[in-house]
């Protein structure tokens, strides 16, 4: 996937999550590898999705629906290094009758490293999405 040129820019996302890098995210030539970026893309996800739609309780035995990763892609645009933070910037790309699409981005230094789409399903609702799900998600979409 190549990224559309407005992913690149932190301007097009409505939320950001700090995560500070460790020594154990660095590969042989002393770069951020690629596992670290799927656990920096998880760690955001889950931070937005919890606050977002989950009113900060991931605990599914207080809902009456599942939500489930059905799809994830990552490009890879720069090389990240250790030491400095990286910002992850999430924002909402599409919502479906049951489903969304989240759009991130990491950033170190102010330069985009990685990109990243995923998308969510709601499952055991026949109706689609709750309304309150949908308001929330509509209301931190990306600006591309």
């Given at each position: ?52 739609i989950f009113d900060g309780d991931l605990h599914p035995s207080k809902r009456d629906y599942r939500v489930l ?76």
């Amino acid at each position: 996937m190549k990224p559309e040129p407005a992913r690149l820019l932190e301007s097009a996302y409505p939320e950001f999550i700090r995560i500070t890098t460790r020594f154990g995210d660095m590969d042989i030539n002393g770069h951020l590898n690629n596992v670290a970026f799927a656990q920096f893309f998880e760690d955001a996800r889950v931070t937005f999705n919890r606050t977002l739609i989950f009113d900060g309780d991931l605990h599914p035995s207080k809902r009456d629906y599942r939500v489930l990763v059905a799809s994830v892609a990552i490009a890879y645009v720069r090389e990240g290094y250790y030491g400095p933070d990286v910002t992850v910037g999430v924002g909402v790309k599409r919502i479906g009758r049951s489903s969304f699409e989240i759009g991130a981005a990491v950033f170190q230094d102010g330069h985009c490293l990685a990109v990243h789409d995923c998308t969510i399903v709601y499952k055991g609702v026949s109706e689609g999405m709750p309304a309150r799900a949908r308001d929330a998600l509509a209301s931190r979409m990306l600006t591309l």
